[in-house]
Nanobody
Framework: QVQLLESGGGSVQTGGSLRLSCAAS?????MGWFRQAPEKEREGVAA???????TYADSVEGRFTIFRDNAKNTLYLQMNSLKPEDTAMYYC???????????????????WGQGTQVTVSS
């Protein structure tokens, strides 16, 4: 059972930046960030494979950067040019399977963190 612990959420103004971190208890093949705003579905934001191949949602392409430190089993999400619509609970997700579906779909991941809140004010 992989355990995930997120950190780094907070409140910023429009245009600001935040960096989220997610420490995994052991090796994972795929890791991703999802977010869920009130009364909305949880959506995939960005994902990264063990070989550093990345996938981004259109809504964050060019503003967010996902990266990982495999030696530390840690995932990051650098969020720049934040907008009020980025406000959500952000969840770290991970999986050890090589083939399990699309990178930004919930079914792709077996392990989830508890979430960290990001609030962007206008």
């Amino acid at each position: 059972q992989v355990q995930l612990l997120e950190s780094g959420g907070g409140s910023v103004q429009t245009g600001g930046s935040l960096r989220l971190s997610c420490a995994a208890s052991e090796y994972t093949y795929y890791m991703g960030w999802f977010r869920q705003a009130p009364e909305k579905e949880r959506e995939g934001v960005a994902a990264i494979r063990i070989d550093y191949s990345t996938t981004y949602a259109d809504s964050v392409e060019g503003r967010f950067t996902i990266f990982r430190d495999n030696a530390k089993n840690t995932l990051y999400l650098q969020m720049n040019s934040l907008k009020p619509e980025d406000t959500a609970m952000y969840y770290c997700a991970a999986d050890r399977r090589v083939e399990a579906g699309s990178a930004l779909t919930r079914d792709r991941y077996n392990y989830w963190g508890q979430g960290t809140q990001v609030t962007v004010s206008s």
